[in-house]
Each structure stands twice: as structure tokens, then as C-alpha cells.
């Protein structure tokens, strides 16, 4: 049986890996919908695909709501293609087995998320319950006075107005890269146009893109939830650590867990244009 995959990917930078990325997944009933960050160059490298769609832009700010946001505008877009899975990965991903492996877990049907109820830690219950901005960058290492200025503001917001009333009967957390079903993609979608309050409630909260769609799928009959397919390393501060020749033995291995060990995994990240070298090892010795 042969899977039409929409690729969602949302990107701002390492456009030469982007290219890579594609021709790696590139294929038969293959389509792409990139979201390019508003403060970033659209990539003029990718010309030669005939099966890219560059969707809408807008600023994207790490942890943000506008990532969460960027995400639902691909996944509206997409649905309108009628693919039967929908694979949301970041432009710094790369396949680490061949795409039939991919291919032959799909047609086994499913949800590949990852998703558990409940906080997986205290301090992360305030990035629904505290106030956030979604103006700036978090991890910028010298911030100038009106970023100190906007980070003061929010502690007393948070103090003063949590967040205590949610819109939903149980949390769910999860990692943000999914492969989900056309039907689960609409369910999602429709659920949120009939549930404007989720969005309002998720607007100014910390990471939403790990909380927002768990939550929904919590919180439904949608089951068959397998897991995700994306290995990523959080061993450094901040993570999480780019892909390196120390990861290779780890990719070798028959099984590569996800980041929540409840499946193997198909995608890795995060690489970068610097990891020619790593990516023609990939090619030669694992996606043969």
C-alpha cells in the first residue's frame, strides 16, 4: 500500500541542510509544507522541488505561542492535500534508516506521539499557570534592558494572575514532533475552531507546543497512540545537543529510542550545515 506523507517543517536557518533533508525524504507521494520564520531569508535553494509549498510566514520566538501557531498553519494547510499521515519535523532533522522503515510502520496504522498525563515536573506547571511574552528571545545570553524590563513584568502578572481555571479536564505533556493521521490532524483542528478559549488560555503560556496538542489527544477517544520517531539528546544545557560523531554507535543499534523510550526512532536531531560528514555516514552505512 503506498502512504501519501505530508511533511510539515517549520525552519529558519542551515538551508543547505534543509536541502539535504528533503532529498533524503523525497519521494512518490511526497508533498512539503515549510513554515520559514518572518525573521529569517527564504531559502532560494530549493527551487528544483516541484512538491514544496511555502506556507504564510510570521516571527516565530523559541518557546513562543508562534511556533504552536506556525504548526496549526501547516497542519490547515496540509489537510487540504487529503495525505494520509502528516509528519511535523524541524529543518534541523535528518532520517537515520531508510524511508521503507518509515513506510512499513505506517501501513501498520496508528498515532506515533508521545504523550503522559499530568506534570512531568513541578517547575514545568508554571508554563501553563505563570504569564509568558511571546516578543523576544528567551536564551539570548546579554539582554538588553527592555527584554529585563518584559521578564520583571511577567513575574508579577504571574503572581498576581495565575492561570488557575483550565479549559481542559486532564493535562498531557509530550514531545512536539509528531506523525499523526489525517483523522486525527482534523479532529485537532476542529476541535480547536469549536474551542476558541484553548488558544486564548495557551496564548501566553511556556512551550504550548508540547502541551496543546498531548492535551487534546489526551482528552479524546483517539487511541492506538505508538509513540514518536524522533531521537533527540537532552544530556546538555541548554538542550538539545546538536547530532554528533558520538551519537553514530547509538545509531547503529538495531533500536533507537525516542527521548521518551516508548518507540524506535526514524528522525534524529538537531543537525546543522556543519554535519556533511555525519549525515554522508548516515547515508553510506545506515539508510542503505
Request: glycine share 4%; hydrophobic share 40%.
Amino acid at each position: 500500500m503506498e502512504i501519501k506523507v505530508a511533511y510539515l517543517i517549520t525552519a529558519y536557518h542551515d538551508y543547505e541542510h534543509l536541502k539535504k533533508l528533503i532529498l533524503a525524504l523525497n519521494d512518490i507521494n511526497i508533498y512539503f509544507f515549510i513554515h520559514i520564520d518572518k525573521k529569517s531569508l527564504i531559502p532560494t535553494n530549493l527551487d528544483e522541488f516541484k512538491n514544496i509549498k511555502f506556507i504564510k510566514r510570521h516571527k516565530v520566538w523559541w518557546a513562543g505561542w508562534s511556533h504552536q501557531k506556525a504548526i496549526l498553519n501547516l497542519m490547515a494547510e496540509a489537510i487540504k492535500g487529503n495525505f494520509d499521515y502528516y509528519s511535523l519535523i524541524s529543518g534541523s532533522d535528518y532520517p537515520i534508516r531508510k524511508n521503507d522503515f518509515l513506510y512499513s510502520l505506517l501501513n501498520e496504522g496508528g498515532e506515533f506521539i508521545s504523550i503522559k498525563e499530568g506534570f512531568p515536573a513541578e517547575f514545568k506547571k508554571k508554563w501553563i499557570t505563570n504569564f509568558y511574552f511571546d516578543l523576544f528571545y528567551r536564551r539570548k545570553p546579554n539582554k538588553p534592558i527592555w527584554i529585563k524590563i518584559l521578564l520583571r513584568l511577567e513575574k508579577k502578572i504571574s503572581f498576581y494572575f495565575p492561570k488557575k481555571k483550565y479549559p481542559f479536564e486532564r493535562i498531557f505533556f509530550g514531545p512536539t514532533w509528531w506523525i499523526l493521521t489525517h483523522a486525527t490532524v482534523q479532529y485537532i483542528l476542529d476541535f480547536l475552531e469549536a474551542n476558541p478559549k484553548y488558544e486564548r488560555f495557551f496564548k501566553n503560556s511556556f512551550c504550548s507546543e508540547e502541551i496543546l496538542i498531548p492535551t487534546i489527544i489526551g482528552n479524546s477517544n483517539i487511541k492506538n497512540l505508538k509513540g514518536n520517531l524522533t531521537y533527540v539528546d537532552w544530556a546538555v544545557a541548554p538542550g538539545p545537543a546538536f547530532v554528533s560523531e558520538k551519537h553514530l554507535p547509538i545509531f547503529e543499534n538495531y533500536i533507537v529510542n525516542n527521548e521518551y523510550g516508548d518507540n524506535c526512532a526514524f528522525f534524529a536531531r538537531k543537525f546543522k550545515n556543519e554535519s556533511s560528514e555525519i549525515l554522508q555516514y548516515i547515508d553510506n552505512n545506515l539508510r542503505i
